[in-house]
């Protein structure tokens, strides 16, 4: 059985890292975990430790500064290693947070960092065509070293319960939940409920983060908006059963437009309708208007939002067939045996791959 040593200072549970390390588990990989004290010497205390040497070393999502050490011991041993980024540090910095001016020195030192780091890996992973773009374009990497494996969802949670009726109150039921960050756009959320005029709708926004307080400010005196705080993950799945359509992101930052948010994959899972953000980050068959259980608005603009949940509201009978669409939709593109295909495919090339790399620091 082949080995795979995963790598840093991660978060065994987070859904990305359990997702791939199940699908590896199915494609006969055995997961060895390596979290070191220090990031940064993390390849000496690999020598101390004398860690049998594995088939593939992978550095996991957000673990950017577990890239290096991990690249010098794999490269010591012959390994190839693969990094699964999932985000960029330079463009959440830079671009998503805007807590560094783009033509500063320091967003360059950022880059170069970060550039040098995804030049270690003999693969990468990402988690949409467009990030995949993003990461040949911005930092470099050769086309044949970036694979897309999709974040899916976790099914043995989120999948539909025939159980459970859809649209059976008077108001349709609207459901958001997130961190509260501008990529999400939950202003526009609340902008879109105050101004909506149609058949009752009850819209309710579940998470904690930095726009929260403007959110609940903009939406005093608004009868039918509803803030609640993060349910445990596990009670997450009942409570998208439950609503008669799902909220995606709708927020106008570049990366807004590179990703598939979570919520979105959950959602589907779980054979809901999803109101988001047009994007190009999503498999080419989805775009445009259909019935793939996809309703796409405008980024940023409130009323597209509104009048979206209006139709929706007006036609009840439409639900049905919308939430049967979400879950074939789900199922056609983005199941975990759709990832098993992909994960597959990255990793097949990996054998010969080492040395590509480079140790620069």
Known sequence: MRTVLWWGRFDADYSRNRILRGLLAELGWRVVDFQPRFSGL???????????????????????????????????????????????????QVFERAKIPSESARARRLLAWEKRLFERADAVLADTEEHARFFVETFGVA????????????????????????????????????????????PVIVEAARIYQGPPVNWTLIGAGPELARCKSAAAGVPNIRFEPWLDYT???????????????FGVTLKAGRV???????????????????????????????????????????????????????????????????????????????????????ISGLDGAVGARTDQA
């Open 260 to 346: 598939i948010p979570n919520k979105v994959y959950q959602a589907l899972a779980c054979g809901k309708p999803v109101l988001t953000r047009a994007s190009s980050a999503y498999p080419p068959a989805l775009a445009g208007a259909g019935t793939h259980g996809l309703i796409w608005v405008e980024a940023g603009n409130p009323a597209s939002l509104a009048e979206a949940v209006r139709r929706l509201a007006i036609d009840g009978t439409a639900l049905k067939p919308l939430a049967v669409a979400a879950a074939e939709t789900y199922r056609s593109h983005f199941s975990n045996a759709i990832l098993k295909q992909q994960l597959r495919h990255a």
């Open 42 to 92: 993390a390849d000496w205390e690999a020598r101390l430790r004398r860690l049998p040497r594995p088939d593939l070393v992978w550095v996991p999502c957000f673990r950017q500064r577990d890239l290096a050490a991990a690249s010098r011991w794999a490269r010591a041993k012959r390994v190839p290693l693969l990094f699964d980024p999932l985000i960029s540090a330079y463009d959440k």
């Open 143 to 186: 086309q044949d070293r970036v694979n897309v494996v999709y974040v899916g969802a976790e099914e043995a949670l989120f999948r539909p319960d025939p159980s459970v009726s859809n649209h059976v109150n008077e108001a349709l039921d609207v459901l958001f939940f997130g961190s509260f960050i501008p990529l999400q756009g939950a």
């Open 235 to 249: 009670a997450l799945p009942a409570r998208i059963r439950r609503a008669d359509m799902l909220l995606g992101i």
